[in-house]
């Protein structure tokens, strides 16, 4: 029994995409929260497509044009990942991936003073750029170091200057933050009511 013939054949290899995000380093960080780009490369003897992915809502919605290799987006997280998927347009649809880190480098702002007395200025104990950590919490002690406050997490309502409903006297207080984010110092400090 011999071989069948059927003539010469012809084989094409196709290299698998390679995606990569920027430098390729794992993370980089932002100064502070504005929009930035993400810029995304892909090398393939084929023709390639892009897409871009966050598993966060916000950030995932914030993607200005996800089919290209380059965009911009936003965070309102300290941490949130975006992923890079290249895939080739061929049949055989073969795919890479590359994922970035995208870290805020938030610096909070605490004043030392405000003033609940109800002319709409400073009525609150407002925690400047604290929304990012999505966790943390407030506590606020009297000068006999009895707890007066402690917020839910994330510090959906910040401190008001009263206990129970009623107002508190004219003094200075201790507030403790806890952020509950790895790499980010909790603090604490001395703030003053005044009414």
Excluded at 38 to 67: E, M, Q, R, V, Y
Aim: aromatic share 12%; charged share 20%; with cysteine.
């Amino acid at each position: 029994m011999s071989a069948l013939d059927l003539g010469p054949a012809e084989v094409q290899v196709v290299g698998k995409p390679v995606a990569l995000i920027g430098n390729g380093e794992p993370t980089f960080e932002l100064v502070e929260p504005k929009p930035f780009t993400l810029d995304g490369t892909g090398s393939s003897p084929s023709s390639i497509s892009f897409a871009w992915f966050s598993d966060d809502d916000f950030a995932n919605k914030s993607i200005t044009d996800a089919f290209s290799s380059s965009t911009q987006a936003m965070v309102q997280a300290i941490k949130t990942k975006f992923r890079l998927f290249v895939t080739l347009t061929s049949p055989l649809a073969c795919r890479d991936t590359a994922e970035v880190e995208v870290i805020q480098n938030i610096r909070l702002i605490v004043p030392n003073t405000f003033t609940p007395n109800g002319d709409g200025n400073h009525d609150i104990f407002e925690i400047f750029n604290l929304q990012y950590f999505k966790n943390a919490t407030v506590e606020i002690f009297n000068q006999w170091g009895e707890r007066v406050f402690k917020s839910e997490p994330g510090y959906p309502t910040p401190w008001d200057g009263k206990r129970g409903g009623q107002d508190l006297a004219e003094s200075t207080y201790y507030y403790m933050i806890d952020l509950k984010e790895k790499g980010f110092n909790n603090q604490s400090g001395y703030l003053t009511l005044v009414r």
